[in-house]
């Protein structure tokens, strides 16, 4: 009985081990610097590189009330600029590697070569404008399709002698 007891836990944990999935391979150095000169390519991390001037001008802005640290102040961000390329570095392999988890490195050099060209150039361009279009239309649809269904949910539950508001 005891050894029955024993054995149970140890083919769970069997089970658990055979079942769970794959532990992700980590990605080759070339793989992340493909995924890297594509997130450069369509510039991926622009948003991150107009973030850190910012937290700097809101320790400025909060500071602003005690004009005698300013020289102080500058001086300590200048001396930290070195320690904000090393946090932008950080998301840069962050993102690098979300990037190398989805596509293959060979599709991500793909991926490069075409939005190097003239057109992959322009969609990255208007990417943005085109896809708060694209939820602008689909929320004007949702609206029209969800009228026209209930329109026609009346009308069939009305010929059942069914009387919907």
């Not at 490069?112 to 969609?123: E, M, Q, S």
Request: hydrophobic share 45%; with cysteine; aromatic share 6%.
């Amino acid at each position: 009985m005891v050894c029955a007891f024993l054995r149970a836990p140890a083919a769970l944990l069997a089970l658990a081990v055979f079942l769970a999935p794959a532990r992700a391979q980590e990605p080759s150095a070339s793989h992340l610097a493909a995924a890297r000169e594509f997130m450069d390519t369509i510039g991926v991390l622009n948003p991150v590189n107009e973030l850190i001037p910012t937290f700097t001008d809101q320790v400025r802005k909060q500071n602003v009330a005690r004009p005698e640290l300013s020289k102080d102040l500058e001086d300590v961000l200048k001396s930290l600029q070195p320690e904000m390329q090393l946090q932008r570095q950080q998301v840069t392999n962050i993102v690098s590697r979300t990037y190398a988890k989805w596509l293959t490195e060979p599709e991500l050099k793909e991926l490069t070569v075409f939005f190097k060209t003239p057109l992959g150039a322009k969609y990255n361009k208007i990417q943005p404008e085109l896809v708060e279009d694209v939820v602008n239309d689909v929320q004007v649809w949702t609206q029209q399709a969800s009228e026209y269904v209930m329109v026609r949910v009346r009308a069939e539950m009305a010929k059942k002698g069914h009387q919907l508001q």
